[in-house]
C-alpha cells in the first residue's frame, strides 16, 4: 500500500513568485493536514481538509491557501513568497471518520527554498 | 481554542541516561493521544493512547496517559544517540468540524556520545 506521497520533493523559488506544493493521501483517507517547519522549529499547523472541504486553518496569512480534490488529494498554495517562508512543508493524512482512532501518517515532505 | 504544548522544546543527555517529555493537552472530545519521532523528515508513529493509565511500551520507549490531568509522558530508558530526534506529540479529538488532529511543537532531543 503506497503511503502519503509529495510532491515536489526540493522546489526552489524566487521572492515574490507562487509555489504550489501537492500530496496524495494513504488510499482511503479522507483527512488532510499540512505543516509547515522552518529550520529547528516545530511543527506550525496550516491547513486541515476533509471530504473536500476545508476544516480549519492555522494563524498563517491568506497568501497561505489550498484546497482538496474529490480524489482526496491536496494542494498547498503559498503566493507572494516571502524569504521567511523557507522551510519543510509537511503533509499528512488520516482516516477522517467519526469514531476511528487511527494514527495520521506522514509523507517526506517538500522542501521550500524562497532566494 | 484547542491546543497541545510539549516541554521541554530541547533537551541534551547523554548516552545511558534516561529522559521523560512532557505533552499537555487542551482540546474537547478527546479521542486519543499519539506520540510520534522525526529524524530526518517525515515523522514515524510510535504509539497510541486512549485510555487512562495504561502504558504502552515498545523497547526502551514507554508512554502513559493521565487524562484527569490532560497530559502524557513518553519515557525513553537507557538512552543512546539513534534517539536523537524531534518526538512529536499529537492529540486527536471530535469536533463540530469533524475529527481534527492537532500537533505540538515538539521536543528536540539530542543525545551526546
Known amino acids: 500500500e503506497a503511503g502519503v506521497t509529495q510532491s515536489p520533493t526540493h522546489l526552489i523559488k524566487t521572492r515574490g513568485q507562487q509555489a504550489t506544493l501537492r500530496c496524495s493521501p494513504i488510499s482511503g483517507h479522507t483527512s488532510v493536514y499540512w505543516y509547515q517547519q522552518a529550520l529547528g522549529l516545530g511543527l506550525q499547523f496550516l491547513l486541515w481538509y476533509d471530504e473536500g472541504e476545508e476544516r480549519n486553518r492555522g494563524n498563517f496569512p491568506p497568501r497561505f491557501s489550498g484546497r482538496q480534490f474529490p480524489n482526496y488529494s491536496s494542494e498547498l498554495n503559498v503566493n507572494a513568497l516571502e524569504l521567511e517562508d523557507s522551510a519543510l512543508y509537511l503533509c499528512a493524512s488520516s482516516n477522517g471518520q467519526t469514531g476511528m482512532n487511527t494514527e495520521a501518517f506522514f509523507g517526506q515532505g517538500t522542501r521550500l527554498t524562497v532566494v | 481554542e484547542d491546543k497541545v504544548v510539549q516541554s521541554p522544546l530541547s533537551l541534551v543527555v547523554h548516552e545511558g541516561d534516561t529522559v521523560t517529555l512532557n505533552c499537555s493537552y487542551e482540546v474537547t472530545n478527546f479521542r486519543s493521544l499519539l506520540w510520534y519521532k522525526q529524524e530526518k523528515k517525515a515523522p514515524t508513529f510510535l504509539f497510541m493512547l486512549t485510555s487512562s493509565g495504561i502504558e504502552k511500551k515498545s523497547g526502551r520507549l514507554s508512554s502513559i496517559l493521565d487524562k484527569k490531568e490532560l497530559s502524557s509522558i513518553l519515557n525513553i530508558t537507557a538512552t543512546q544517540t539513534g534517539d536523537s530526534a524531534i518526538y512529536l506529540c499529537?492529540?486527536?479529538?471530535?469536533?463540530?468540524?469533524?475529527?481534527?488532529?492537532?500537533f505540538g511543537a515538539g521536543t528536540r532531543l539530542t543525545v551526546k556520545p
Open positions: 499529537a492529540v486527536a479529538s471530535t469536533t463540530w468540524r469533524g475529527n481534527d488532529m492537532r
